[in-house]
Structures are given as C-alpha cells and as structure tokens.
C-alpha cells in the first residue's frame, strides 16, 4: 500500500510549482521537501529491485555453470595411466615439447568434443605425444590442454615404444 501511495504522490507531484499540481490541476498541499522525500523514497526503490534483481541473475548463472570436479595434480606410474584406457575414462600421457616432462591428462570429458572425432580414443592409457604434436593441431591446442592435466609421470618412468 505504501508504495502505491509513494508512486501516485511522485506521480501527480514530482515536477510541481509549490501551489498547484500541474497534472490535476490543484492544490495538493505539499512543499518542496515532502516531493523531493517521496522522489528520494522512489529512487531508493527502484534500486532496492534493481540491485535484488541483479542478485538474483547472478545466482541462476551459478547454477547454469557445469560443475567439474576439481582435479588435483598428482604422480601418476604408467600402470596406473594403462589403467584408464576406455572412452567413459581416457587418460593420455603427453611429454612437454619445452620441458621434456611427461604429464598426465585426463581427457575423459574432452572425448565427445574432439574434434578429430574417434582418433583422440587411438593412445588412451599409454603415449600420445607423437599424434599430439602432430600437424593437425593448432597452437591453441597446448593452451586447452592444460586444463586436462592432472599430473606427471613418476620420477625414472619414461614411455617405451610399447607404450608409444
């Protein structure tokens, strides 16, 4: 009920000479200050809903976001990597063109958006570097990986050509 009374007075007498509402034609009786306080009064308002509005968009994007399961830099044997050779858990081991480093990724959500198709399923559980460095990928492809990997293989163990 308020904020019907605020909005028909800011309505009828928000832009009033001090004798009469230029709207209905007479006298309401309000001064100055009663006017500039119910126009402050539907500021205030409007940015209450503005702000309650925005917050409330904020939350709903949080809820739309995919959540993905942290993932925790680990050490990982080849034994362990063999172990995730199927397409539901795809693990590839990668050495790092700089470092030489051999690092782990899981690339069991990546799958299905390979753009290559089935041919990403082609090392699972073992090496992938030579298919990785390969001419068909572009640069931006060492920048996405790194948000599959999970790790790096253990101190002395190196791929062999069994595993490659």
Not at 21 to 44: E, N, R, W, Y
Not at 103 to 114: G, K, L
Not at 116 to 132: H, M, P, Q, R, V
């Amino acid at each position: 009920k308020i904020y019907k009374y605020v909005y028909r007075r800011a309505k009828h007498c928000l832009f009033l000479t001090v004798d009469s509402c230029p709207t209905c034609k007479s006298a309401c009786g309000m001064d100055l200050t009663q006017i500039l306080i119910i126009a402050a009064a539907a500021v205030a308002i409007v940015t209450f809903f503005i702000i309650r509005q925005t917050r409330d968009y904020g939350k709903q994007l949080e809820q739309l976001a995919p959540k993905k399961k942290p993932r925790e830099f680990g050490i990982y044997t080849l034994d362990q990597v063999a172990q995730h050779n199927k397409r539901d858990d795809a693990w590839i081991i990668v050495q790092h063109k700089e470092t030489k480093e051999y690092r782990v990724y899981d690339i069991t959500d990546y799958v299905d958006e390979h753009p290559g198709g089935e041919s990403i399923l082609k090392n699972i559980g073992g090496d992938a570097t030579e298919g990785f460095h390969g001419p068909q990928h572009p640069i931006t492809t060492y920048v996405l990986v790194e948000e599959y990997c999970i790790g790096k293989l253990a101190e002395g163990e190196v791929p062999t050509s069994k595993t490659r």
